[in-house]
């Protein structure tokens, strides 16, 4: 992923963000085949503990022909999984630049993962009803009154993991960025902030972002000049 030599929108530790994204939301995978590039979008875990970098592991259902094409060979497939965070266009008018000098173009805001690694596949019921189950708890954790599946038939749950395939990418590097505007000087961020603060519930998450020096996605933002790297 590109990285802007200044460095300021560089994420100094993007395992961190990977932890807590990877449970809130959705990856997307991307791998290629004979036929070009395919995509899905599904959970996925991080496990830091195992391998030198961790490990994603999610599942596919089994007529997703994604899967298929990751053990060809037995040694798994190269992939990508990218996970998105809150990101919004920014109009030069909202920055104090444009009323001084006028040199100012548009943008866009972001903050994204993109974590690369090795593919495989799991085919084993045991393993794919641990990882639902750990799937599930994770995701029902904050529910007043959380769903288990042993709240379901243990007959039925095995019958459903027969329609999924699980996936585990064993990871070898974590990219992460957050462009929120750490080129732009005080009064332009500001500006930023002050209208997206009351914009769409994007422009507010990203708003949120920007003014938050405590999230593992920000630390601290450098100051910069006015140019659009």
Known sequence: MYQPAHGRFTVADPDAVLAEWSAIVPATLVTSGPDGFRTSILPMLFDPTDGAHGVLRGHLAR??????????DGEGARAVAIFHGPDAYVSPSLYE?????????????????VVHGTLITHDDTDWLLDHVRKLVDRHEAARPEPWSIDDAPDGYIRGQAKGIVGLELRIDRIEAKR????????????????????????????????????????HSRPHGGDREE
Do not use: C
């Open 97 to 113: 630049e444009k009323a001084r000098t006028g040199r100012v173009v548009p943008t866009w805001n972001y903050v994204v993962i």
């Open 179 to 218: 462009k929120l505007s750490q080129n732009r000087s005080d009064a332009d961020v500001a500006g930023v902030i002050e209208a997206f603060s009351t914009g769409t519930s994007m422009e507010r998450a990203v708003a949120a972002a920007m003014r938050d020096p405590h999230d593992p996605v920000l």
């Open 63 to 72: 007529p997703n022909g994604q899967w298929s094409e990751v053990d060809g």
